[in-house]
């Protein structure tokens, strides 16, 4: 069982950046398609970023494109979402999700095509 274990997350001014990490355990990481989503408080959870195994596909929410990147290094288990240009609108707290099999060049941006979930990482973008 593959577990997911997010970090990098905090307080931060608009237009700063962050990056958070999410490192899994388990030897078939490198296989799974993985994202991220984000859930502001009273809110549901929605898309952010995903990347198919290899990372050579990504896609990004709408609100976060041109500002975040998603990014992968399998020899280290670890997918990363870089935050840049933060606004307050950004507040939430963050969640990777792991796809698990291998899925090809597809990315999933409906929280069902996961299986697998981090426990989050807090990101508060002050005004």
């Known amino acids: 069982q593959v577990h997911l274990v997010e970090s990098g997350g905090g307080l931060v001014q608009a237009g700063g950046s962050l990056k958070l990490s999410c490192t899994a355990s388990?030897?078939?990481?490198?296989?799974?398609?993985m994202g991220w989503f984000r859930q502001a408080p009273g809110k549901e959870r929605n898309f952010v970023a995903a990347?198919?195994?290899?990372?050579?596909?990504?896609t990004y929410a709408d609100s976060v494109k041109g500002r975040f990147t998603i990014s992968r290094d399998n020899a280290k288990n670890t997918v990363y979402l870089q935050l840049n240009s933060l606004k307050p609108e950004d507040t939430a707290d963050y969640y990777c999700?792991?796809?698990?099999?291998?899925?090809?060049?597809?990315?999933?941006?409906?929280?069902?095509?996961?299986?697998?979930w981090g426990q989050g990482t807090q990101v508060t973008v002050s005004s």
């Open positions: 999700a792991a796809r698990s099999g291998y899925s090809g060049n597809y990315v999933y941006t409906s929280k069902v095509g996961y299986h697998i």
């Open positions: 388990g030897r078939t990481f490198s296989t799974y398609a």
């Open positions: 990347i198919n195994w290899s990372g050579g596909s990504t």
